[in-house]
C-alpha cells in the first residue's frame, strides 16, 4: 500500500463515484489503457482485488470498500490542510457540503446566501434529501454539517438548534374546517390525510403526534414532495401536516386551528460528535451562531 501513488487513489475514487471506468476515465482525462495501468498498480500495491465485474457492472470488494473509506479521509485531510493554509493567508476558502432534509428548501438557501456572499472563496454544495438519504450521509461522513427537524438520536452527534420549525395542519380554502376554532385532533384524523413518503422527518413527527393521542390518521395518498402536496391540498384531495416554512408565499392553502398545533420544532444544525472541522466550516458554524435568536 505504501507505493500507491496519490494519483492512483484519485483514479480509484474516481472509478468508484463513476461506477465506470469509462466515466472515470474521461473525468481523469486518461486513455482507458493507461487508467487499467493504474488500477493494476493499485491492486498490486493492495495485494487483493478491489473491483468484481458482473456484466457491465462494476462491484467493489470488501478491499475495495476498505480502500474508498480511506481515500475519503485522505482527501477530507488534504482539504483541511488547503484550508487552513488559506485560512493562514487571511482567506476563508475551501468546500463546505451541507446535506439538509427537503422541507429545508423553503429557508436555507436563503439563509446562506449572505453567509455565501461574505466568503466569495468558499464553495458551497447543498444537498437536499429526505430524511432517511440525510442520515445515510451522515453516517458515511459525507458532509461537513446536516440539517434535521429533529436530531438523530441514535447517532454520536452534536445538535444545534438554529431556526424555528412550526408544522402545522393544512386544508383547501374552502374547507369546512378553515371556518372553526380549536379544532379536535380526532375530527383531522377522520379527514382523509396526504402524507410525504416514508422516510420523511415532517410524516414521522406528524405520525408520532397522531399515535400520542391514540389515534391513526387515514392516509389518502402518500407524495414524495410539499410541493406535491400543497397541490393535492389544493385540489381538495385531503389536508395535510406541513412546514409553515413550505407555505410561505404559497395562497393556495390554508392553515387550520387545530388543538396541539402547530407543533413546535426546531431546525438543527447537525454534526458527528468530534468531527474536525475546516476553516470554512467553522465559519459556517459562526455565522449561525450569530443570527441565532437568544
Ligand atoms: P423532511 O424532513 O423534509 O424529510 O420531511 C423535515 C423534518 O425533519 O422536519
Not at 462494476?58 to 470498500?65: S, V
Request: net charge positive; with cysteine.
Amino acid at each position: 500500500m505504501r507505493h500507491a501513488t496519490f494519483r492512483q487513489l484519485r483514479v480509484f475514487d474516481a472509478i468508484v463515484r463513476n461506477a465506470s471506468f469509462t466515466r472515470a476515465a474521461e473525468e481523469m482525462h486518461l486513455s482507458q489503457p493507461t487508467l487499467s495501468v493504474q488500477v493494476r498498480k493499485i491492486g498490486e500495491s493492495v495485494g487483493q482485488p478491489l473491483f468484481e465485474q458482473i456484466g457491465k457492472r462494476i462491484f467493489l470488494t470488501e478491499a475495495g470498500r476498505a480502500l474508498h473509506v480511506l481515500c475519503g479521509e485522505v482527501f477530507a485531510s488534504i482539504d483541511r490542510f488547503e484550508m487552513a493554509m488559506a485560512d493562514l493567508k487571511g482567506m476563508k476558502t475551501g468546500r463546505l457540503r451541507v446535506a439538509a432534509v427537503t422541507t429545508a428548501e423553503y429557508f436555507l438557501p436563503r439563509l446562506l446566501g449572505p453567509f455565501c456572499n461574505r466568503h466569495p472563496g468558499i464553495d458551497m454544495a447543498l444537498e437536499l434529501v429526505n430524511r432517511e438519504r440525510a442520515l445515510e450521509r451522515l453516517r458515511a461522513n459525507l458532509d461537513d454539517f446536516y440539517v434535521f427537524g429533529a436530531p438523530p438520536s441514535e447517532l454520536d452527534v452534536v445538535a444545534l438548534p438554529f431556526v424555528e420549525n412550526p408544522l402545522v395542519v393544512v386544508g383547501p380554502a374552502d374547507h369546512r374546517l378553515c371556518a372553526e376554532r380549536e379544532i379536535d385532533l380526532a375530527r383531522v384524523a377522520a379527514e382523509p390525510i396526504l402524507l410525504r413518503e416514508p422516510g420523511s422527518g415532517t410524516r414521522q413527527a406528524a405520525e408520532r403526534f397522531f399515535a400520542a393521542h391514540g389515534l391513526k390518521p387515514r392516509i389518502r395518498m402518500e407524495l414524495g414532495s410539499n410541493e406535491a402536496i400543497k397541490q393535492a391540498v389544493m385540489g381538495g384531495l385531503g389536508l395535510a401536516i406541513l412546514s409553515r416554512h413550505a407555505l410561505e408565499g404559497f395562497s393556495g392553502v390554508a392553515e387550520l386551528d387545530v388543538v396541539g398545533f402547530p407543533l413546535r420544532r426546531q431546525w438543527y444544525l447537525v454534526w458527528p460528535n468530534g468531527k474536525q472541522h475546516s476553516v470554512a466550516a467553522r465559519a459556517l458554524l459562526d455565522h449561525l451562531k450569530a443570527d441565532r435568536p437568544a
